[in-house]
């Protein structure tokens, strides 16, 4: 889900590269990686996440949570008040 958000965001002008870039650049200097936990457990995960009506927000917090409380690499203030392992 944060892939999909970076490219929503890419697309409001909001960043500067595609998602598809910016993530082949991040993996390439990192050992980031996309997660593999599929979707349907994930979204169940979300419906646990009451504290926004922003779906991508709700999603990407339940995909951290579902992958054993993850960090979760994110700027969005919201995000980090409701989820502790957030850094920016």
């Known amino acids: 889900m944060a892939?999909?958000?970076l490219e929503y965001?890419?697309?409001?002008?909001?960043?500067?590269?595609?998602?598809?870039?910016?993530?082949?650049k991040v993996s390439h200097e990192?050992?980031?990686t996309l997660c593999e936990i599929p979707f349907p457990a994930?979204?169940?995960a979300a419906l646990d996440e009451k504290w926004t009506r922003d779906l991508?927000?709700?999603l990407i917090v339940a995909n951290a949570k579902a992958n054993?409380?993850?960090?979760?690499?994110?700027?969005?203030?919201?995000?980090a008040?409701?989820?502790?392992?957030?850094v920016w």
């Open 3 to 5: 892939f999909l958000e």
């Open 9 to 24: 965001l890419h697309e409001l002008g909001r960043t500067k590269f595609p998602a598809r870039d910016l993530v082949k």
């Open 30 to 32: 990192t050992n980031l």
């Open 42 to 44: 994930i979204a169940s």
């Open 56 to 58: 991508f927000d709700r």
């Open 68 to 79: 054993g409380f993850a960090w979760l690499i994110s700027a969005d203030e919201e995000i």
């Open 81 to 86: 008040r409701h989820y502790p392992r957030t």
